[in-house]
């Protein structure tokens, strides 16, 4: 517990930093991470963070407590080491410090995941400013894994059965059953082609929108196997959509507890467009 406390405290201590840099609005596909005066330090931490998700189930099946932890101090160290982290430097890297903020919350144990963000405003303030004002696009090209690590903590909640109740994702119904359990299948056996024929399926029934999650879920699914240029359309579609529905932190908690793959999935339509 006490090495989850300090992980907690860490990334309490960069939000400050984040939330500005992310608020600067400038250099929008690396956010101040790759011309400023630790320029270096910031692309060796990517660099490691990247290393963390570098295998196809990214954000689909779960990473270990003690490789994020080794990740995390490892991060830590290098960016300390070259003054990156001091006062003097809070505005740079908005969603660098984002990023290691999100990788110090996935290394608390699950049931400290339960309202971890309605319980701190400052927590949830750059998550929201990242998944809700900044386009997807740029986000994608900054190559920091938000979405990846967004799925990390998503993942830990589902493998301790912390999450929304079947109602809040529609597995209360026959519909929202089928998709789930044919979509899930799918991802065990790594098959885009029958991923993306389920997803096509789904997205064409009436009612299928009927519950935000699965509806999100689907587009997503469809963008990771999709050509370039749908691929944005898709990500454009799916962010607007989600805004219509994470109107703040409690959203945000109910989101990123859903038993659905979507961060996941989020993260490898996405990833693609990484540039640096």
Not at 16 to 24: D, I, S
Not at 184 to 208: C, E, P, V, Y
Not at 217 to 228: C, F, M, N, P
Request: charged share 15%; hydrophobic share 50%.
């Amino acid at each position: 517990m006490a090495g989850a406390a300090t992980a907690k405290r860490v990334a309490l201590a960069l939000l400050g930093g984040a939330a500005a840099a992310l608020a600067q609005g400038v250099d929008p596909l690396a956010f101040g991470c790759g011309d400023g005066p630790h320029a270096e330090a910031w692309g060796s931490a990517k660099r490691q963070m990247r290393g963390i998700f570098e295998n196809p189930s990214a954000g689909l099946a779960p990473t270990s407590k003690q490789m994020l932890r080794d990740a995390l101090e490892s991060v830590q160290a290098g960016l300390k080491s070259s003054s990156a982290l001091s006062a003097e430097a809070a505005g740079e890297c908005g969603l660098g410090r984002l990023s290691i903020q999100l990788l110090g919350v996935a290394t608390l144990n699950p049931e400290e995941l339960i309202q971890i963000f309605s319980r701190s405003e400052q927590l949830a303030s750059p998550v929201l400013t990242a998944l809700l004002d900044l386009p997807w696009l740029a986000v994608a090209q900054s190559g920091w894994p938000v979405y990846a690590l967004l799925g990390e903590i998503n993942l830990q909640r589902r493998e301790a059965g912390i999450t929304n109740i079947d109602e809040v994702d529609g597995l209360d119904q026959p519909l929202g059953q089928a998709f789930y359990s044919e979509l899930t299948q799918a991802i065990i056996q790594g098959d885009g082609a029958a991923i993306g024929r389920i997803t096509n399926m789904f997205l064409s029934i009436d009612g299928a929108q009927q519950n935000a999650f699965a509806w999100l879920t689907a587009l997503v699914a469809g963008g990771a196997s999709a050509e370039a240029k749908v691929r944005v359309e898709i990500l454009d579609t799916t962010q607007t959509s989600l805004k219509q529905i994470l109107t703040g932190a409690v959203g945000l908690d109910i989101a990123v507890g859903t038993q659905w793959p979507f961060w996941g999935l989020l993260h490898m339509a996405a990833d693609v467009f990484m540039m640096q």
